[in-house]
Structures are given as structure tokens and as C-alpha cells.
């Protein structure tokens, strides 16, 4: 008996998923009239499966070393919670938890035990071992979603979701319970037919003659479901421009809508609804993300709490932004905090000459980079940033030129292909591959907005490529290195990306990666120290250099929250 999905195919559908709305993105934007006619539903599903097919990728990255293959219970994981990590907007947020509800089931121990990889190589007990779990996975995710939003209304995406479960269930009980295929194209069609139903069940989608644009979006991903499963993509839907535009950012009120101060997520709010978008993730538990739910439903409308586990995505349109961050911060910790204004089109402002998009590892450095004049993205530990978010932040700097800084060797693709997209937009993007944030500083150091852009190129580019740089890391386990075999608990100095000393204290280890570093020459040592790391191994350091290069100065920051201990820029 075949397993329902294995790790190939949940990547294949990641892909699959992303191609589809990066191609019908824009139609989806057009028809986003509910429950804020802001025209970004599209976008925002993009981003969040963006981000959900990135985790995916990490997965099979991490097995490329060994013998072992990622199990389909690795995968469908990594695919909820990057969309969770991800997910934007409305729609994003609910199908974060439509995936989420997926994994959870797909994911989950066979009856009668089972390896969740079906016999590979690297597969651990429990998770989908055999039989095809499509049509509970697909009503796990719907009854999920419903959960997560406080207000549910039909002829949305949860709409959309629901028949799409309906759907898979009665072909499962026609005799199609083993059959991946028939499975997947009656769900298909069940969420093809409640789509076009939509416009019937909400007044403000049948008065612009559209579909709903968040359940357009969730038919996209399930026909690439489809499409990885049975190798044949779906007839494509038919396009159906709005009839008319809204006049304001928010739609009128349905006719069995609530009253606005009640909109649910998924529905309408009047002309004079909310004026803020409020989005971020996270890190609570449960007890606390009761009492926020209730705090934020009495807040505002279209309230969406997603996740689990102690982590979670909250999505919230208010009047009163700060008292929606506040009530995050007194329920855990909030971060990747998002606000946007509804407001009515305005003429935007000028832009400026030139700016600098810097991706950051810590707090620390994106206040430092900030007072420096450069727009930020934070890059949290096992948390990239996707390229729709380096976009972002290019359209946020609002600039005519733009240098993007995206101190990470991995994310060199990826700031291209934002990069790509900028330069689409009309905006003229300078890519420094700059490898760490020291090397970042360093061109930002030098970066004058008012001389020639190609000239200022030029010299940031030369600061970074004259600064090298090291970080000092902690092993999790026994491996061979350049250095030879570390154990875990050891403290490895890596410097230009390759592991050059193995020591067992924090402050020798950066003694003799500096005195590596500094035989080559050198004017400017910075260290960059990270949250928990005392004061006192900076004054040991700074003494050290001192000590041994008399002309050699030393400058501090306190980076925050970031993946290494300590990281060391040699100029």
C-alpha cells in the first residue's frame, strides 16, 4: 500500500505551489476585495509558501552529507512551519494552519506502528507509514483553520477548504480510500466548485463579481498538490475581472456579516473599519494565547491566531496598534512584528537618491545599521529571510538606487532573486555578496549617498572584500572538521567560513583565532558580541590586541539575539 505523500512529493508540491500563485499572483491581487480591498492576497500566499518550500529545501539540504534521505514526516513539518514562520496576511495565516493541520495528521504514527519514511534511510518511528491519509489530513486542516479564526463566515477560503475535505471524504467512502489520485482530484474539484459558489455567499464578492481571492489562492496550492501526485495539472481557472473598484480600503459590510466593531477574519469591515494591520509571531503557550485571543477580539476584527507548540503567527486588524503589540508582549514574546496602514491612497512621497538594505543577524546590529541610515532585515537563527521580505525591505527604503548588503554566503541566491524582482520594479539594485555582518559594517562605513552611485558601489564593495571575518560557534555533535574532529561542546573558531581552531574555552578560542587573523596584517578589529556573552571577554580581547598590536584598534557592539556567541571582522 503506497504511503500518502513521501518527502519528494511534499517537496515537489512546495514547488509546484510556489510556481502556480508566482504566476497568477497579480490576477489574485486584483480580486482582493474581502475582508480589506488592499490587493495583496495574492502576495501574501506567494510569501508564505515562499517560505514554507524554504524550510522544505533546508530539510533535504541537511541530508545532502549522508547516506540518509529526509522522511515524508521530516518534510510536511518543515513545510508547516516555515509557513507559519512566513505567513502574511489574512489568507497567509489561515493557510499556514491548513498546512499545519495537514502535517499534523500526515505526520502523525501509522495505526499499528510504522516508520514515517516508509523503510528509507534516516526515517525515526512514527509518521505516515502507509495508506492514503489525504481525505483526514484535508479535514484536520480545515477544522484547524476554523479554530484559529474568532469569527469564521462562509464563502472564504475556509469555505473553499471545508468542500475541499467534503469532497475528499465521499470519494474516499465510494472506494477510493487507497487511490492518492482520485483522492486529491475530488478534493480538487469540491474546492473548484465552492469557489465558484463565493460570490453567492457573500454579498461584497457578488456586487464586484469576483471569486473569493484567499480561497482562489488555496485552489492554486491544492492543484499543485494535485499535480505531484498525479503527474497532470489541473484546467486552469478562468479569470474573472472585478467589475468595479473599491472605493476605500475596506469593503462594504455583507448582508449576514456582523456589524463592524465584530468583522470576522474572512469578512468585511465597513469603510471606517480598522486602520492597522497587526502581524506577528509568537513565543507563548497556550494558557497565554487564550486570554491574547480574547484581549485582541475585543481589540478589533479579522482576528486570526495560528501555530502551536509555543509558537504561534497572530494576525489582527486594530485601530490601536501599540495596545495589540502590548497585549503580545504581556502574553510572551513578540517578534517580526508588522504593522501596515489601511489608510486611502495617497500620493506617495518622493523617492530618495540611494539607500542600503542590510540583512542583519541580531537586534543589536539592526539598531546600529538603522542609525546608519540603512533599511533592515532581521535574520533570525534558523530563520532566513525569504526574498519576498528582501523585496520588502527595498520597497520599504524607497530609494531610485539601492545597495543590497546580504552578509550571509547562503543567502547569495536569494538576494539575487530579490534583487531581480527590484530591478523589474524600476529600481537600481547593487548586490555586494557580502558573506558575514562584519563585512557588511565594513562597506556601510564607507557608503556616501552622494557621490556616483558606480563609484560608491565600488568602494563598499572593496571595504567588504578587505575584511575578514570569523565567528566563534559551539559543536552539537562529534564531526570532522579542517581542523580535526571536534566533540560536542567544543567551541570552534571558523574564520572565512572554514573551521580553524577547536578549543574548549570561548576566550582562548577568539585569542587564537585574532592571532590567526592578525598575522596577516590588519588596522580595525571588530567584535560583534552576542546576548548572553559578559562584557568582560570584550576587555580581554581588547586588551589582547593591545597587547600584541600596539597600532591595531578595537571596536565593540553588542549584536542581541543572534546564532553565534561571538563574531570577529579583521580589516
Given at each position: 500500500m503506497p504511503q500518502t505523500l513521501d518527502a519528494a512529493e511534499v517537496r515537489n508540491w512546495c514547488s509546484l505551489a510556489l510556481e502556480a500563485l508566482g504566476r497568477e499572483r497579480e490576477e489574485i491581487d486584483a480580486i482582493n476585495v474581502y475582508p480589506v480591498a488592499d490587493g495583496d492576497t495574492g502576495t501574501n500566499l506567494y510569501l508564505t509558501v515562499e517560505s514554507a518550500a524554504q524550510a522544505v529545501e533546508a530539510v533535504f539540504a541537511a541530508h545532502e552529507t549522508g547516506t540518509s534521505e529526509p522522511g515524508p514526516a521530516d518534510a510536511v513539518r518543515a513545510m508547516a512551519h516555515g509557513a507559519l514562520l512566513g505567513a502574511r496576511g489574512n489568507s497567509g495565516t489561515i493557510l499556514a494552519q491548513l498546512l499545519r493541520g495537514m502535517a499534523e495528521v500526515l505526520a502523525a504514527p501509522a495505526p499499528g506502528g510504522g516508520t514515517r519514511d516508509g523503510g528509507k534511510g534516516g526515517g525515526e518511528k512514527g509518521g505516515d507509514g502507509g495508506g492514503n491519509r489525504l481525505a483526514p489530513a484535508l479535514r484536520r486542516a480545515a477544522a484547524l483553520a476554523r479554530e484559529a479564526v474568532a469569527h469564521p463566515v462562509e464563502g472564504t477560503i475556509l469555505s473553499?477548504?471545508?468542500?475541499?475535505?467534503?469532497?475528499?471524504?465521499r470519494a474516499a467512502a465510494d472506494g477510493a480510500a487507497d487511490d492518492r489520485a482520485a483522492t486529491v482530484r475530488a478534493a480538487y474539484a469540491g474546492a473548484r466548485?465552492?469557489?465558484?459558489?463565493?460570490?453567492?455567499?457573500?454579498?461584497?464578492?457578488?456586487?464586484?463579481?469576483?471569486?473569493?481571492?484567499?480561497?482562489?489562492g488555496l485552489l492554486a496550492v491544492l492543484g499543485a498538490l494535485a499535480q505531484s501526485l498525479t503527474g497532470v495539472a489541473p484546467a486552469a481557472y478562468p479569470v474573472r475581472p472585478r467589475r468595479y473598484e473599491e472605493p476605500a480600503a475596506h469593503a462594504a459590510p455583507a448582508a449576514?456579516?456582523?456589524?463592524?466593531?465584530?468583522?470576522?477574519?474572512?469578512?468585511?469591515?465597513?469603510?471606517?473599519?480598522?486602520?492597522?494591520?497587526?502581524?506577528?509571531?509568537?513565543?507563548a503557550d497556550d494558557t497565554a494565547v487564550a486570554r491574547l485571543r480574547k484581549r485582541l477580539d475585543r481589540l478589533g476584527d479579522s482576528l486570526v491566531v495560528v501555530g502551536g507548540d509555543g509558537l504561534w503567527n497572530v494576525h489582527v486588524h486594530v485601530d490601536d496598534a501599540g495596545a495589540a503589540v502590548e497585549a503580545g508582549v504581556e502574553a510572551g514574546r513578540p517578534y517580526r512584528i508588522r504593522i501596515s496602514h489601511f489608510g486611502a491612497a495617497e500620493e506617495p512621497p518622493e523617492r530618495i537618491q540611494r539607500a542600503v538594505v542590510a540583512v542583519v543577524p541580531g537586534e543589536g546590529l539592526a539598531g546600529l545599521c538603522a542609525e546608519a541610515g540603512a533599511t533592515t532585515v532581521l535574520a533570525r537563527p534558523g530563520e532566513p529571510p525569504a526574498s519576498g521580505e528582501l523585496v520588502e525591505a527595498i520597497r520599504r527604503a524607497h530609494a531610485r538606487e539601492v545597495?543590497?548588503?546580504?552578509?550571509?554566503?547562503?543567502?547569495?541566491?536569494?538576494?539575487a532573486a530579490a534583487a531581480e524582482q527590484a530591478r523589474t520594479e524600476g529600481v537600481r539594485v547593487a548586490l555586494i555578496p557580502t558573506r558575514a555582518a562584519v563585512q557588511g559594517l565594513a562597506a556601510l562605513a564607507?557608503?556616501?549617498?552622494?557621490?556616483?552611485?558606480?563609484?560608491?558601489?565600488v568602494a563598499m564593495t572593496t571595504a567588504a572584500g578587505a575584511t575578514r571575518y570569523a565567528e566563534l560557534a559551539v559543536a552539537e555533535?562529534?564531526?570532522?572538521?579542517?581542523a580535526g574532529i571536534c566533540q560536542a561542546g567544543d567551541v570552534l573558531g571558523l574564520i572565512d567560513g572554514d573551521v580553524a581552531v577547536i578549543g574548549a574555552d570561548l576566550a582562548a578560542t577568539a585569542e587564537a583565532v585574532l592571532s590567526?587573523?592578525?598575522?596577516?596584517?590588519?588596522?580595525?578589529?571588530?567584535?560583534?558580541?552576542?546576548?548572553?556573552?559578559?562584557?568582560?571577554?570584550?576587555?580581554?580581547?581588547?586588551?589582547?590586541v593591545r597587547d600584541g598590536h600596539?597600532?591595531?584598534?578595537?571596536?565593540?557592539?553588542?549584536?542581541?539575539?543572534?546564532s553565534a556567541p561571538l563574531l570577529v571582522g579583521v580589516e
Open positions: 473553499v477548504a471545508s468542500a475541499a475535505a467534503d469532497a475528499a471524504e466548485a465552492a469557489l465558484d459558489a463565493t460570490p453567492d455567499q457573500l454579498a461584497v464578492l457578488g456586487r464586484a463579481g469576483v471569486v473569493d481571492a484567499g480561497g482562489r449576514h456579516a456582523p456589524s463592524a466593531s465584530a468583522a470576522p477574519a474572512g469578512s468585511c469591515a465597513v469603510e471606517d473599519g480598522p486602520a492597522f494591520e497587526v502581524i506577528y509571531l509568537l513565543e545597495v543590497l548588503l546580504p552578509n550571509d554566503s547562503e543567502l547569495r541566491h536569494t538576494a564607507v557608503h556616501q549617498p552622494d557621490r556616483r552611485f558606480d563609484e560608491d558601489v555533535r562529534q564531526s570532522w572538521t579542517m590567526r587573523m592578525l598575522a596577516a596584517g590588519g588596522e580595525l578589529v571588530t567584535l560583534v558580541l552576542g546576548e548572553d556573552v559578559p562584557g568582560t571577554l570584550a576587555d580581554r580581547l581588547e586588551r589582547y600596539l597600532a591595531v584598534d578595537t571596536v565593540v557592539y553588542r549584536g542581541g539575539r543572534q
